[in-house]
Nanobody
Framework: VQLQACGGGLVQAGGSLRLSCAVS????????MGWYRQAPGKQRELVAT???????NYADSVKGRFTISTDIAKNTVYLQMNSLRPEDTAVYYC?????????WGQGTQVTVSS
């Protein structure tokens, strides 16, 4: 199973980006899909998760600004990021869990300028 993340880039504060994570298998039955991020010099942190039933969870720092969603037909997980802030600058990674295995995408850089 492979995960291909894309959609990062450079954006001004207050702007928006949408990240995509294409999964090379059916995601309908996956119970855990999520986005994480890692800023320079910091540990990787959870941003948002979504279950197969549609239950979502967000880090406090992104609540109300970011939205995680899936397109089952496209086997893709999205992260819509609005009202971006300089502190959102990081490499963003998608992750899915299959059984007891964590699978990660390659990361996509998001840079927010002030």
């Amino acid at each position: 199973v492979q995960l291909q993340a894309c959609g990062g880039g450079l954006v001004q504060a207050g702007g928006s980006l949408r990240l995509s994570c294409a999964v090379s298998r059916n995601i309908f039955t996956l119970n855990f899909m999520g986005w994480y991020r890692q800023a320079p010099g910091k540990q990787r942190e959870l941003v948002a998760t979504i279950s197969s039933g549609g239950t979502t969870n967000y880090a406090d720092s992104v609540k109300g600004r970011f939205t995680i969603s899936t397109d089952i037909a496209k086997n893709t997980v999205y992260l819509q990021m609005n009202s971006l802030r300089p502190e959102d600058t990081a490499v963003y990674y998608c992750k899915v869990v299959i059984g007891a295995t964590n699978l990660w995408g390659q990361g996509t850089q998001v840079t927010v300028s002030s």
